[in-house]
């Protein structure tokens, strides 16, 4: 993921929970807000609950590659929080779980 498209901030992190909306399915929690910016970037939020490091960071590299390959509309700032239930599921699962909300969500 380009580094432009990532939200590494804290202050962003904290905007989205406040002032972004939400929807939420089984495995994940999808928070937006738009941005002043030409493009959307994505930040992912993965607690210790949902496994260790390694099922942690394999999540990671899916969500990264779901988004990469899906046509998201541009000037939104996105937060993907996981749930507990997000560790088990196959690619195909979450690429569906992930795509259903940016639709819902109207940014995809």
């Known amino acids: 993921m380009l580094k432009e498209r990532r939200l590494r901030k804290r202050n962003d992190f904290s905007a989205l929970r406040s002032d972004g909306r939400s929807w939420a399915n089984r495995y994940f929690v999808?928070?937006?807000?738009?941005n002043d910016l030409t493009?959307?970037?994505f930040?992912?939020?993965?607690?210790k609950r949902v496994g260790g490091s390694v099922v942690r960071?394999?999540?990671?590299?899916?969500?990264?590659?779901i988004i990469r390959v899906l046509d998201?509309?541009?000037g939104w700032d996105v937060l993907l929080i996981a749930r507990r239930d997000a560790a088990c599921p196959h690619y195909d699962h979450l690429r569906t779980s992930v795509?259903?909300?940016l639709y819902r969500a109207g940014i995809a």
């Open 43 to 47: 930040g992912f939020s993965i607690s």
């Open 57 to 65: 960071n394999r999540l990671k590299r899916r969500l990264k590659e």
């Open 39 to 41: 493009v959307s970037r």
């Open 30 to 34: 999808l928070l937006t807000r738009p």
């Open 99 to 101: 795509t259903d909300l």
């Open 72 to 74: 998201v509309d541009e």
